[in-house]
């Protein structure tokens, strides 16, 4: 499993200049960043390719990551650029690439779906790329930890209609995590990511993961990345942020 874990991430990843954003949610092994392996890492980045997707960089409140613009000067649209990134309820941890994040929060407090809420928003729409919205939740209330990750992709028919996939799946072993990304790599317009969710690997201390994970990203195109480790009962540990600017 090792093997195709990082063959896996060499192919997905390191070699592939343009990603877009992804996410991960894996489990820490013995040498993992929080208290052996019980603990969990939720992985998540962001790229640009233009001035306006660049011109940004992860801040840490209190264990709740968001995006904020590295210089407000630059900023045309805010709507799909500033956004919470992960957010956190008793036994939860929630992470999106957009304002979804705050969207699954809300109703999983109403007492809601992960599922459910999804069903009320669409792709992101910037025609002609229909960016992908991705999302992922850790599950930890109770008997085995669940992961559940989810696309929301522009149906190839008519792009003005949403196809929304969700996938349930089972723990993933020490040192190992599940993922998805937004795009399958460059192009114009940008093709978006398709299939299962990928098996990658999450070995090693937090900081390790972190800078595994920042190396292989294209130098030219990342923008910055988060490493968050919550404890096997669910509450924040750590959030480890990595930024092209500052």
């Known amino acids: 499993m090792q093997d195709l874990a990082r063959s896996t991430f060499d192919r997905q990843i390191a ?21 052996g392996e019980g603990s969990w890492f939720l992985i998540y980045w962001i790229m640009g390719r233009s001035e306006h997707s660049r011109n940004r960089q992860f801040v840490n409140e209190g264990g709740v990551l968001r995006t904020q613009a590295f210089n407000p000067a630059l900023v045309v649209d ?5 956004y919470e990134a992960m957010l956190e309820l008793p036994r939860i941890q929630l992470v999106s690439n957009g304002d979804q994040t705050r969207t699954l929060y809300e109703a999983l407090q109403r007492g809601q779906s992960f599922e459910s809420a999804l069903q009320t928003r669409a792709h992101e729409p910037d025609a002609p790329h229909y960016t992908p919205r991705i999302s992922g939740m850790l599950d930890l209330r109770g008997g085995a930890p ?8 522009s149906n190839p028919r008519d792009p003005s209609l949403t196809d929304r996939t969700f996938f349930q799946l089972a723990e993933p072993a020490p040192g190992f995590g599940r993922g998805i990304t937004t795009y399958a790599g460059d192009g114009n317009p940008l093709p978006s990511f398709s299939g299962e969710p990928l098996l990658l690997p999450c070995e090693g201390r937090s900081v390790d993961v972190l800078e595994r994970y920042w190396d292989a990203l294209d130098a030219q195109n990342r923008v910055a990345l988060a490493v968050k480790t919550v404890n096997a009962d669910g509450s924040f540990h750590e959030l480890l942020l990595k930024n092209r600017h500052g």
Do not use: K
């Open 15 to 35: 070699a592939n200049r343009y990603p877009g954003r992804g996410l991960v949610i894996g489990r820490c092994d013995a040498a993992g960043g929080g208290r």
């Open 78 to 82: 805010p709507s799909l650029i500033i």
């Open 146 to 153: 669940s992961v559940t990750l989810s696309i929301l992709r």
